[in-house]
């Protein structure tokens, strides 16, 4: 009687870290819980995959909420020893629609309305800097 105890208690437990498990994978914070209005306009992927990778995002952003614009950025993929750049336009319509691997990541005609930039070197070092172009 005694090891058929022991063995649903077992079973009891193994099933109350599982469900711990799968209810604290279900409810990550995410992109879509951020405060405001964030839409990914461009993106580039550098196609080696041995090396480093490189990803370039312009994003729109509706407010100047830098917590948010910075925890944004903290949600974008980042792979080791790669590069993860992220710049925000407060406009739609003055925002480049293609990025490129040189810098500058795009055309300096948008320069004006990038309002914040949020980079993940290949070191894990994160820098986050409102107004990059003035």
Known sequence: M???YVFYAL???VAAIMIWIISETVTQ?????LEG????LAFYRNENNTGPIVRIYAVYASDTLW?????YG?????TKYGNTRVYFFN????APN???????NFDEVYNSSCIGFYEKSSMGQERFVKYPFR
């Open 98 to 104: 293609a990025l490129r691997s040189n810098e500058p």
């Open 91 to 94: 406009s739609k319509k003055n």
């Open 37 to 40: 209005e964030f839409e990914e």
């Open 67 to 71: 917590d948010q614009m910075k925890s």
């Open 11 to 13: 079973i009891l437990v």
């Open 2 to 4: 005694s090891t058929r």
């Open 74 to 78: 903290e949600f974008m993929p980042h």
């Open 29 to 33: 914070p995410g992109i879509s819980d």
